[in-house]
């Protein structure tokens, strides 16, 4: 069993910042990509951001430039460093890890919430 446990969410204030993390335990052999993704009322899924292993970054135009992804290896975690904060980030954010123990396998957390708004 894997799970993925986001914390980091909660209430900003326009212009602000929040640092939102996740970590991984349970069988594990290794991580490969991380990644966060948002979904906000009424609209889709979408990527945020997404780090290899060896720390290449991907990030959404939207947020390039202000949200910086991360990951520490040894403790299984990444992190998504979020400034200059906007209403339109207001969002359910989902981290999600390719995890492999015996094979490779899609996992996702539960999700964190962060409003944006004055």
């Known amino acids: 069993q894997v799970q993925l446990v986001e914390s980091g969410g909660g209430l900003v204030q326009p212009g602000g910042s929040l640092r939102l993390s996740c970590a991984a335990s349970?069988?594990?052999?290794?991580?490969?990509?991380m990644g966060w993704y948002r979904q906000a009322p009424g609209k889709q899924r979408e990527l945020v951001a997404t780090?290899?292993?060896?720390?290449?970054?991907n990030y959404a135009d939207s947020v390039k430039g202000l949200f910086t992804i991360s990951r520490d290896n040894a403790k299984n975690t990444v992190y998504l460093q979020m400034n200059s904060l906007k209403p339109e980030d207001t969002a359910v954010y989902f981290c999600?890890?390719?995890?492999?123990?015996?094979?490779?396998?899609?996992?996702w957390g539960q999700g964190t919430q962060v409003t944006v708004s004055s």
């Open positions: 780090i290899t292993r060896n720390g290449t970054t």
């Open positions: 999600n890890a390719q995890i492999f123990h015996f094979r490779v396998r899609n996992y």
């Open positions: 349970g069988s594990i052999f290794s991580i490969r990509d």
